[in-house]
């Protein structure tokens, strides 16, 4: 396992869940929400740079039978943002039902859904890092796939 701390990002048409790892990439923690447009991906790279984190990983959503969603190309538009901006690596992992994961987590705490939408991203993106964290540890791997900045964006 690598060591450094990691960035979880699930990224939603109007809010940035933001996760964190520790520094041993052991465990995923909530960090905030993030309005999704202007000034977007500069809040992400500052949490970056206050975190020293060594990567970044994005949900990519799928839908269930593995092909693109409605929100596919847009999560990797953003990824893409991310890594034209970012000198550290970007790496896109498969988030099929984190959404429906934190929401289930939260209801189980006893959280309602009106007031939980800006913790609900939070939670599917401590769910995106963990399982890419639990992945590289257990398999050996490194999750998902690297986001290649586009030249002469």
Known sequence: ???????????????IGVASSDPHGMLAFPVST?????????????????RDVVEIVIGLPLSLS????????????FAQRVAQASAIPVRMVDERLSTVSAT???QASGRNARSSRSVVDQVA??????????AERTGGHLPGAVVVPLEGR
């Open 66 to 77: 593995g092909r693109d969603s409605a929100s596919t190309q847009d999560a990797r538009d």
């Open 104 to 106: 289930r987590a939260l």
């Open 125 to 134: 993106a401590v769910i995106i890092l963990q399982h890419a964290l639990d």
């Open 34 to 50: 993030v309005n999704r447009g202007d000034g977007d991906v500069a809040a992400i790279l500052l949490e970056v740079h206050e």
């Open 1 to 15: 396992m690598r060591s450094g701390s990691r960035l979880g990002i699930d990224v939603g048409t109007v809010r």
